[in-house]
């Protein structure tokens, strides 16, 4: 197993320019998040999503939009990037359920100019 | 809502020094309790976890953590730190029924030879 995948590692964007995070697993499963790093704030919850064709708002959703057409993919998209949304993302994936354990990707570390 | 707080920012230490990082939770109902770690440049991993059962945890590397309930607290603790236990570590708990982590803030350890 690969795991949690994420692409690209590192991308410099400037304010207005739209992207995509990818985010992969091929654990089958269920659960699929993303998250924001910021120093001094920790682990931030963007979208969320408990199965294909489902998604969730997290604490801090405002420009970011997903999507999940399948189980294994859950990309992040910023329509309009802003200097604001310059952090690292995590991808984090679990099996459904209430006492299963989150594993995290390895990140994409976002610059916005 | 539930929240989570790492009162310890940033902790150095000497080696074989021992080690004890504060986490506080509020959430009135039954919680998951986890810590990660994260080595410079690397991604989140999973030390350990609290789900149910016997409230001293033991995870790898030597770290444990307890939970105690009437303090809502999970404390992290390892007896002789190493120069490779500098690294941020992340308090988080899940409640609720759902599968939403909330992370603390973060605590930096550095680890002086």
């Known amino acids: 197993n690969a795991g949690v995948t994420q692409t690209p590692k590192f991308q410099v964007l400037k304010t207005g320019q739209s992207m995509t995070l990818q985010c992969a697993q091929d654990?089958?499963?269920?659960?699929m998040s993303w998250y924001r790093q910021d120093p001094g704030m920790g682990l931030r919850l963007i979208h969320y999503?408990?199965?294909?064709?489902?998604?969730d708002q997290g604490e801090v959703p405002n420009g970011y939009n997903v999507s999940r057409s399948t189980t294994e993919d859950f990309p992040l998209r910023l329509l309009s990037a802003a200097p604001s949304q310059t952090s690292v993302y995590f991808c984090a994936s679990s099996l459904s359920g209430y006492q299963e354990t989150q594993y995290f990707g390895p990140g994409t570390r976002l610059l916005v100019l | 809502a539930q929240s989570v707080s790492q009162h310890n920012h940033h902790v150095i230490l000497s080696e074989a020094a021992s080690l004890e990082l504060g986490c506080n939770y509020s959430y009135g109902g039954t919680v998951n309790l986890f810590w990660y770690v994260q080595y410079p440049g690397q991604h989140l991993q999973l030390l350990l976890k609290y789900f149910s059962g016997d409230p001293l945890v033991k995870g790898i590397k030597g770290f444990e953590a307890e939970f105690i309930k009437s303090k809502f607290s999970f404390n992290l603790r390892k007896p002789s730190v190493q120069w490779s236990d500098t690294a941020e570590y992340f308090c988080a708990v899940r409640g609720g029924g759902g599968n939403k982590l909330t992370f603390g803030t973060g605590t930096q350890l550095k680890v002086e030879l």
């Open positions: 999503s408990v199965g294909a064709g489902i998604t």
């Open positions: 654990m089958n499963h269920e659960y």
